[in-house]
């Protein structure tokens, strides 16, 4: 019989965005950045041990990304000193449109990295993994294959501050999904997969004659979204996060080379948002992750209003609900 693991990891929205690395090597962030742990949008993977000698990954609606997956895995044999541990089948299938905004990079990596150390060592749920590894540790190695990847790993909040030195990072959760049931219904304005991958985008950042007034404004901005989301004032976060977004996209498309992952209509939908909410007819805010799809948050009251208003406005549109999520989980299958 063969034991296979199944490991279902959430995506994840950043409230305040990671964008630039001072290290690409140790995957060192040039900035703090914090987000909302979703729960719908997520990827399922399943490994087993593989009989023959490589490791095979299949994904499943999507052929992007297969390299930067084999190479997550060799990596993660190399930085535990697990060379000897056997080579792995894995199949992975996201529950939602892939590299267009939604961070799959985010929910492919932590659920990739959790796949591999359930094998290896054989646990048959999350509780037994931590006996092994802390969630810290898993979400540092989830880090290394992505950035987002490591906030991933638990529910609710949680922030990734770079600290004084690339091994003294630190990612945790802020609060979890009790805190503050927030919900993100997410507008596919289009589900192409991005034209330019984030690995390039953070090194072209550096280049943007605007990078480095967004770099001094963080640890500010950081601070109030911290404050905002103690209060749960989404007044305030709302604010925040809006101007996040438009700060990093205003870096995208600034760097070398530029991108600019909007489309006509994701400016027309952002547009009309700030028109409803001024106006007084939503209490909702945007935010927008490396792609054109943008990501309406609301507090739970105001979310049958939110969509309906969506609808009406933007007829055939496609939308995905979501919200809050309580993080990853790991269960066992017996063949
Ligand atoms: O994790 P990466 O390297 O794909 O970077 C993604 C960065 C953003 O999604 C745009 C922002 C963030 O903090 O998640």
New binding site residues.
Partial sequence: MTDRYQISSPS?I?FI???GKKDGNKQWPANG?L?MTLNHSKTITTAQVNNIDQDELVLKGSSSNQEKGIKHIQRMRQILRLESMPFLKITTENTFPTACGI?S??SGLSALTLACLACWTRSKNLHELEKFYSREQMAHLSRMG????GRSLWGGYVSWEPGPSSEEQILKQEFDKAHWDLCDVIVIISSEEKAQS??KG?EAAWESPLFSARLAQLPYRLQQARLALIERDLNALGDIIEQDALD?HSVMMTGVPKANYFKPKTSEFISWLRTQRHQGNLKAWFTI??GPNVHVICERRDLDRTIKSIKESFPGVELITDDVGSGPTLNLIKD
């Avoid at 992505?146 to 990847?149: F, I, L, Q």
């Fill in positions: 994840n950043a965005k990671y964008w950045s987000s961070a990079s985010a992505s950035g987002s990847a984030s690995s953070h990093m992750d490396a």
